[in-house]
């Protein structure tokens, strides 16, 4: 016998089931609830009254849900020296779900929130090398909340030296390299033609050079004749071929000195394609410039753009990656977004028809990372799966063919992937025990398996110490181990190996590249 009393009143004895909201709500002011079970006698107190199977509670009555949800299932996705990616299955409530709440399980305090309908989240901001412990629970919009669900327990990945640098290499047809050190600092080396490498006017330099004007730098992105950094003040400064606005500083004219991109701030991350600009906003929206011959600014037009202008539509954006004359992006929701050149398939949505505005790309979830090459695209998903779509001419997809596809499809043969990166024809992907593998086209040796085959499938390099982390760059290969050392391996002809050489390296254990201060040159 359920008794329901309001405003101090006996309303009604019913023999029938908890009452629950009318419509999957519950009235706390007024309205109706619906009487699961058969209808009951009217009867009315006060100003309260149950009538057939609705019961209608007075003004300044409260009927609560006091049902939690249950738990649900925490799962172990990928993992970086910062951060840790979780996904779960959906919570069962009998009104609805509307979060679930992350905790450390150390610590009784939260880690993140998200809404319903959200079932993975990144950790960030983790200490690198360091074991963590992590719980989720349910919540409804009666504030009831789930018993803690299962313990997941993970590891970021260890650091590198404390001077170990980040070294980017340009896909877009690019022959020059970047690499960003632990105080701030740039350094250049390769050919970058209308740009400057390192301190002097020369745009070649077969050495590490440092831009002694760029300080305070929290990454950089090289495209193919021009080059992009980040300050620590979410500033951005271009330098280098500026034909198409590339620079995005209102003009044509190239620039071999770095200059800031004006009114663009509180910026996280950039990609430099092979003409044209993109920038990640800490709010989430991207902004792009350069060409846009392909619709690759995202704004619905295929006009060139000389400043900065926002891509419509996009938000909870998280991550960013800029192809040759297309881009995907990644949102907070593990969903990808893809936009540009397609005539290759490299936007995954089962076309080869350019897109001037972003389309969601099908078939793929909770996806943790994109890369984008020349012509072809990569996903990495919380699994460590690794999925690739586009131009697959000399196996750059790694599905043992080179049949071109216009939608995603699993990389056989690997797993545990934390990190991937496509080259200009090739794709890398680093796996948690810190190798490395490689697939695609391999002429120059970029693969860093000691030939010069091409490869339809992953092979794993000779790398024999573990890897921190990779980038593939036009036609050559480089790395970072968890020590600190540098490695380059592949097409050299520009000098773009930092070896001194232009020799170009198959050796399965690539050259270690020295940093040299200007001073000592």
Same mark, same amino acid.
């Given at each position: 016998?359920?008794?329901?009393?309001?405003?101090k009143?006996?309303?009604?004895?019913?023999?029938?089931?908890?009452?629950?909201?009318?419509?999957?709500?519950?009235?706390?002011?007024?309205?109706?609830?619906?009487?699961?079970?058969?209808?009951?006698?009217?009867?009315?107190?006060?100003?309260?009254?149950?009538?057939?199977?609705?019961?209608?509670?007075?003004?300044?009555?409260?009927?609560?849900?006091?049902?939690?949800?249950?738990?649900?299932?925490?799962?172990?996705?990928?993992?970086?020296?910062?951060?840790?990616?979780?996904?779960?299955?959906?919570?069962?409530?009998?009104?609805?779900?509307?979060?679930?709440?992350?905790y450390?399980?150390?610590s009784?305090?939260?880690?993140?929130?998200?809404?319903?309908?959200?079932?993975?989240?990144?950790?960030?901001?983790?200490?690198?090398?360091?074991?963590?412990?992590?719980?989720?629970?349910?919540?409804?919009?009666?504030?009831n909340?789930?018993?803690?669900?299962?313990?997941?327990?993970?590891?970021?990945?260890?650091?590198?030296?404390?001077?170990?640098?980040?070294?980017?290499?340009?896909?877009?047809?690019?022959?020059?390299?970047?690499?960003?050190?632990?105080?701030?600092?740039?350094?250049?080396?390769?050919?970058?033609?209308?740009?400057?490498?390192?301190?002097?006017?020369?745009?070649?330099?077969?050495?590490?050079?440092?831009?002694?004007?760029?300080?305070?730098?929290?990454?950089?992105?090289?495209?193919?004749?021009?080059?992009?950094?980040?300050?620590?003040?979410?500033?951005?400064?271009?330098?280098?071929?500026?034909?198409?606005?590339?620079?995005?500083?209102?003009?044509?004219?190239?620039?071999?000195?770095?200059?800031?991109v004006?009114?663009?701030?509180d910026?996280?991350?950039?990609q430099?394609?092979?003409?044209?600009?993109?920038?990640?906003?800490?709010?989430?929206?991207?902004?792009?410039?350069?060409?846009?011959?392909?619709?690759?600014?995202?704004?619905?037009?295929?006009?060139?753009?000389?400043?900065?202008v926002?891509?419509?539509?996009?938000?909870?954006?998280?991550?960013?990656?800029?192809?040759?004359?297309?881009?995907?992006?990644?949102?907070?929701?593990?969903?990808?977004?893809?936009?540009?050149?397609?005539?290759? #398939?490299?936007?995954?949505? +089962?076309?080869?028809? %350019? /897109?001037?505005?972003?389309?969601? =790309?099908?078939?793929?979830?909770? *996806?943790?990372?994109?890369?984008?090459?020349?012509?072809?695209?990569?996903?990495?998903?919380?699994?460590?799966?690794?999925?690739?779509?586009?131009?697959?001419?000399?196996?750059?997809?790694?599905?043992?063919?080179?049949?071109?596809?216009?939608?995603?499809?699993?990389?056989?043969?690997?797993?545990?992937i934390?990190?991937?990166?496509?080259?200009?024809?090739?794709?890398?992907?680093?796996?948690?025990?810190?190798?490395?593998?490689?697939?695609?086209?391999?002429?120059?040796?970029?693969?860093?398996?000691?030939?010069?085959?091409?490869?339809?499938?992953?092979?794993?390099?000779?790398?024999?110490?573990?890897?921190?982390?990779?980038?593939?760059?036009?036609?050559?290969?480089?790395?970072?181990?968890?020590?600190?050392?540098?490695?380059?391996? #592949?097409?050299?002809?520009? +000098?773009?190996?930092? %070896? /001194?050489?232009?020799?170009?390296? =198959?050796?399965?254990?690539?050259? *270690?590249?020295?940093?040299s201060?200007?001073?000592?040159?």
């Amino acid at each position: 016998m359920k008794k329901i009393e309001t405003n101090k009143l006996l309303v009604c004895t019913l023999a029938l089931p908890l009452l629950v909201p009318l419509a999957g709500t519950q009235p706390a002011v007024g309205g109706s609830v619906q009487v699961p079970g058969g209808s009951v006698t009217t009867s009315t107190y006060g100003s309260s009254s149950v009538s057939g199977s609705v019961y209608s509670p007075p003004p300044g009555s409260a009927l609560r849900d006091v049902t939690p949800p249950g738990a649900p299932l925490l799962k172990l996705g990928s993992r970086t020296v910062n951060s840790i990616s979780l996904s779960w299955t959906a919570a069962t409530d009998n009104i609805g779900v509307t979060e679930y709440v992350i905790y450390n399980h150390t610590s009784p305090a939260s880690v993140t929130t998200v809404t319903y309908g959200t079932y993975a989240a990144s950790i960030t901001g983790l200490t690198a090398g360091t074991t963590y412990s992590f719980a989720i629970a349910a919540k409804d919009a009666a504030g009831n909340v789930s018993p803690m669900s299962n313990i997941v327990m993970a590891s970021t990945l260890p650091l590198a030296s404390a001077d170990a640098p980040k070294i980017v290499m340009g896909r877009a047809n690019s022959l020059h390299t970047l690499a960003l050190d632990r105080d701030g600092a740039v350094w250049s080396w390769g050919y970058s033609r209308l740009s400057r490498l390192g301190s002097q006017s020369a745009a070649s330099s077969f050495i590490p050079v440092q831009m002694p004007e760029l300080t305070g730098i929290d990454a950089v992105a090289a495209g193919h004749n021009h080059s992009l950094a980040v300050r620590e003040d979410g500033t951005v400064w271009a330098w280098g071929d500026n034909s198409y606005g590339q620079l995005g500083d209102g003009t044509t004219e190239s620039k071999r000195n770095p200059v800031q991109v004006p009114e663009l701030h509180d910026v996280i991350a950039v990609q430099a394609g092979q003409l044209h600009s993109l920038a990640l906003k800490r709010d989430g929206t991207i902004w792009a410039w350069g060409l846009n011959a392909y619709g690759q600014l995202g704004d619905g037009s295929t006009a060139d753009r000389l400043t900065p202008v926002q891509v419509p539509g996009l938000n909870g954006i998280v991550s960013i990656s800029g192809g040759a004359f297309h881009n995907l992006a990644v949102k907070n929701d593990g969903t990808v977004l893809t936009w540009g050149q397609n005539g290759y #398939g490299q936007l995954g949505d +089962g076309t080869v028809t %350019d /897109r001037h505005s972003p389309v969601q =790309l099908g078939g793929l979830s909770q *996806v943790t990372a994109v890369s984008a090459g020349i012509f072809h695209s990569m996903a990495l998903l919380q699994d460590g799966t690794v999925w690739a779509w586009g131009d697959n001419s000399e196996g750059a997809l790694g599905d043992g063919s080179r049949t071109n596809r216009s939608y995603p499809e699993a990389v056989p043969g690997i797993g545990a992937i934390v990190q991937i990166s496509a080259g200009g024809l090739h794709s890398m992907a680093l796996q948690e025990d810190g190798s490395v593998w490689a697939w695609g086209y391999n002429k120059n040796g970029q693969l860093g398996d000691g030939s010069n085959l091409s490869r339809t499938l992953p092979v794993k390099t000779s790398i024999q110490t573990p890897v921190q982390s990779v980038t593939a760059g036009f036609m050559s290969s480089g790395a970072q181990t968890r020590e600190g050392a540098f490695l380059t391996w #592949g097409a050299n002809d520009k +000098g773009q190996l930092g %070896d /001194r050489t232009r020799e170009a390296l =198959l050796n399965p254990t690539p050259t *270690v590249i020295e940093l040299s201060h200007p001073e000592r040159q």
